[in-house]
């Protein structure tokens, strides 16, 4: 990406650390690391000469139809009729389904009951299917479905989270955390401020769109090539709506072209889909949706709506909070109890809340259901914290980085030694270990120049009266675990042949994160080969089963984790047969640079192998890996769901436009923490990429409908994501050095794919600084998200008009 820039002519300053880059942080080994240091993704070659294969690469099978889906053009309402003739008798068309065709389960409901394979009596969003048509291309399967002659009765339509939360409806029932007596501390704190803060939702925008194909196999078996972050999932819903054991079903992911959560749950439909036309038609069936459909009837990340009531003392120390995060889940529960219970979970965000209550509502609405999407509910739970801490710093005339500071829960207790009681118990009841936040914001500080910049800034704005601008920087404490307990396990299959290649699978997805690369990076670890010498295959339900999800920030620390294990079972067999055949001890028997070491002997690793395959040594073996400490009761709302907790701070730098409110984000400073790295490439990849999408979401990216419920933004002309003219003309980017994970994750390293997301409430709260020095720094400005140029320009004009209310 930078030499692309540079070649555009845009400059890009990325620092990255060099001492952190040169360094080897694998384990100590007696031979070279493999492991911990860069190693290019596995596939990018491929990227980049077309030649990974996706889903719609495949060549077609013979006698291959495409499938599309008939879908409701009204939010609510109740079908009285539907007439499908003109369908059937369409050109192309050879199979027409209903939810009367549905051989085994109608509702697909991934956790909770409510999801709706196909309507049969009453819809409930705009786009949600009612039928389904395989034809000979698809574009005539397209023309077919409008043809369907339908008559609804329309019911009133409930859009908003206030009309939902005015109703009473909700998807699931409310959950309320709660720490020490926060009535109590806010009716006798000093100050009080009650605020809020609408979070915007986002579309997921992944460059391949949602896609399967299904073909059918003997004894009514059916083989899914699918475009999902979840296959085991997928086997389960296509073999429940087909009636058949989960046996018969073979899910096949070798790569998607982006998931980012949208095809966690979000990707079964479509697999079921094709699975059924395909069994009715006795034909394979490839289901792809058209950009415009994907982004009417695929769930989005959530809308919020926060409200927070903060009780704090003159120097800005809160005492008491009472915040309730409110989730527009739409119409059916798909992932949003877990959701919402997150965006609670990271309602304090860095910060220490003695006295607390934090209540989550999960509003239903006649909208697509909502679904996972990277933080998967943290970033709005974050906006909320920060939403306070800017609301305070303004109160008591600080800058807001005073507040955060005074605030954080305390320091590492191991290294610093504090002894305040309590300063270290999350909301949820749960022991905030191993804190770096404090270290890395003062190292970020000094080494951004924080304190320098902030006057020059204020030097500006000071002779600039119509550009202002402004300097954040915000903190990042996300807890790293699935919370529901039992999606925290993975599995593993190894095999090595006879002349040494090694063939790797697990239960991990590949979505272009870099998975598949840091997995074989662990295993060339174990057994001291080069990573050419190890092949990873698509996640298959047929080589490791019953696989979670890739999500949750946790496919490296479960899916490494597992194959280590596979790894560690095959190398202490080919130990026992050294040991056996050489009259060796095992401590004379080790792994070095292709070569196994026995004795005073070296083998070359193929040759070894062979010799152990001669010795009808098993060379193949499973791996398994369950996340250990991990609990949390629901009915008390305490526990320690998170392993661990991912850190991050950044400094971000904008200018706005006081008159148009347009802006540009100048320079963003980021110091994340990721253990020990086990790829610092595809780390500093990872945070650069979640940094910017983040920003996206806060900025440009903003998702419109209509007062029917139609979505409006349906399309790259009305959908704006950040594009090269978005990117801060500066970005540094360092991995924090010597600091390994603490608990046992592999290699001691920490999860990568979500945390850095949250980096990007700095450039919310650089555009909120900008504001404020309109009112010499008194007034906080309300600026809700996505923080268009639009509602800045109307923040500029409320914060002005307060100012004149002072």
């Known amino acids: 990406m930078r030499d692309l820039l540079n070649k555009l002519g845009k400059p890009l300053e990325v620092k990255l650390d060099s001492a952190v880059l040169a360094q080897s942080q694998a384990p100590t080994t007696q031979g070279s690391p493999k492991a911990g240091r860069d190693a290019k993704h596995d596939s990018a070659h491929k990227h980049v000469a077309g030649a990974a294969q996706y889903i719609d690469d495949r060549f077609p099978h013979a006698g291959q139809l495409y499938g599309c889906v008939g879908k409701s053009p009204h939010a609510h309402a ?88 005015q109703q009473q409806l909700f998807v699931r029932p409310p959950h309320q955390m709660r720490l020490g007596e926060p009535e109590t501390a806010l009716a006798n704190a000093p100050n009080r401020l009650r605020g809020d803060i609408e979070v915007g ?7 391949e769109g949602q896609i399967s194909l299904a073909i ?15 296959p085991s999932e997928v086997q389960k819903l296509v073999a429940e709506v087909l009636d058949v054991p989960f046996n018969r079903i073979t899910v096949d992911v070798r790569r998607m072209g982006g998931g980012f959560g949208g095809k966690e749950t979000q990707a079964a439909p479509w697999a079921c889909l094709a699975a059924v036309l395909a069994r009715k038609s006795g034909r394979p069936v490839k289901f792809r949706l058209s950009r415009s459909d994907d982004m009417e009837m695929t769930g989005k990340r959530h809308h919020f709506h926060n409200h927070f009531d903060v009780g704090f003392d ?3 120390r809160i005492l008491g909070a009472d915040i309730t995060v409110n989730g527009l889940c739409g119409y059916s529960p798909d992932l949003s109890d877990a959701i919402v219970d997150r965006a609670m979970f990271h309602s304090d965000n860095a910060y220490f809340l003695a006295n607390a209550n934090i209540t989550g509502n999960r509003c239903k609405t006649h909208t697509v259901s909502n679904t996972a999407f990277r933080g998967f509910g943290g970033p709005q739970g974050m906006m909320a914290a920060e939403a306070m801490i800017e609301a305070i710093a303004r109160r008591v005339g600080k800058d807001p980085v005073e507040i955060r500071l005074l605030n954080y829960y305390r320091e590492d207790h191991e290294r610093y030694d504090f002894k305040q009681s309590g300063y270290d118990v999350t909301p949820y009841h749960q022991k905030v270990e191993q804190n770096l936040i404090p270290l890395m914001t003062r190292k970020l500080m000094a080494d951004a120049d924080y304190h320098a910049r902030k006057a020059a800034i204020r030097a500006f704005n000071a002779s600039s009266p119509v550009l202002k601008k402004g300097l954040a920087l915000t903190p990042v404490k996300f807890g790293i675990s699935f919370t529901v307990q039992h999606l925290n396990q993975a599995g593993a299959l190894i095999h090595i042949y006879t002349d040494g290649s090694i063939h790797l699978n697990h239960g991990g997805t590949e979505m272009g994160q870099g998975l598949y690369t840091k997995v074989a990076q662990i295993v060339a670890q174990e057994f001291q080969v080069d990573v050419d010498n190890i092949v990873v295959s698509a996640a298959r339900t047929d080589k490791v089963p019953n696989t979670s999800p890739t999500a949750a ?16 079972t095959i190398k202490g067999r080919l130990i026992e047969f050294a040991c056996e055949q050489y009259q060796v001890t095992p401590e004379q028997v080790y792994f070095a640079d292709n070569n196994v070491h026995v004795g005073e002997k070296a083998f070359p690793f193929a040759e070894f192998i062979q010799q152990a395959y001669m010795g009808r040594v098993s060379l193949s073996a499973t791996g398994f890996y369950k996340t250990p400490k991990i609990h949390y009761d629901r009915d008390t709302a305490s526990g320690r769901p998170f392993f661990y907790f991912a850190n ?14 347009e802006y540009k984000v100048l320079r963003a400073d980021i110091l994340h923490d990721v253990g020990k790295s086990l790829n610092p490439a595809i780390d500093i990849g990872q945070i650069e990429g979640g940094f910017i999408q983040g920003m996206g979401w806060l900025t440009t990216e903003e998702v419109c409908w209509d007062a029917n419920g139609r979505l409006l933004s349906n399309s790259p002309a009305n959908y704006k994501i950040p594009t090269l003219g978005d990117l801060p003309e500066v970005l540094n980017v360092e991995l924090l050095p010597n600091e390994p994970n603490r608990e046992e994750t592999i290699y001691h390293s920490k999860a990568v794919g979500e ?12 555009l909120k600084d900008a504001i404020s ?16 140029p639009e509602k800045v320009l109307a923040a500029v004009e409320a914060t002005l008009s307060a100012a004149k209310g002072e």
């Not at 490296?556 to 597992?562: E, H, P």
């Not at 991050?648 to 409110?661: C, F, K, Q």
């Not at 949250?758 to 450039?763: F, G, H, K, T």
Request: hydrophobic share 45%.
């Open 553 to 568: 920030s946790s496919g490296t620390d479960l899916n490494g984790k597992a194959a280590q294990n596979a790894a560690q």
């Open 773 to 788: 020095s309109l009112t010499d720094y008194r007034i906080d400005p309300p600026l809700h998200t996505p923080s268009t």
């Open 648 to 661: 991050g701070v950044a400094a971000s730098e904008v200018v706005v436009d006081t008159l148009t409110g």
């Open 755 to 766: 945390p850095p997301f949250m980096l990007a409430i700095s450039v919310w709260c650089a």
């Open 216 to 230: 059918p196999e003997e004894d009514g078996g059916m083989h899914i090539f699918a475009s999902s972050q979840h």
């Open 314 to 316: 003159d120097e800005g």
């Open 78 to 165: 109740r079908v009285i009729s539907m007439n499908l003739d003109k369908v059937r008798a369409a050109p192309g068309v050879l199979c027409v389904i209903t939810a009367d065709d549905i051989p085994g389960h109608l509702d697909i409901g991934p956790v909770f009951p409510g999801d709706m394979l196909l309507v049969k009596d009453k819809v409930e969003f705009v786009g949600q299917p009612l039928f389904a048509v395989a034809a000979e291309s698809h574009a005539a399967a397209r023309r077919a479905v409008k043809l369907a002659e339908v008559e609804y009765e329309v019911l009133p339509a409930t859009l908003t989270i206030e009309d939902a939360l």
């Open 201 to 207: 939702g986002q579309e997921h925008f992944y460059l």
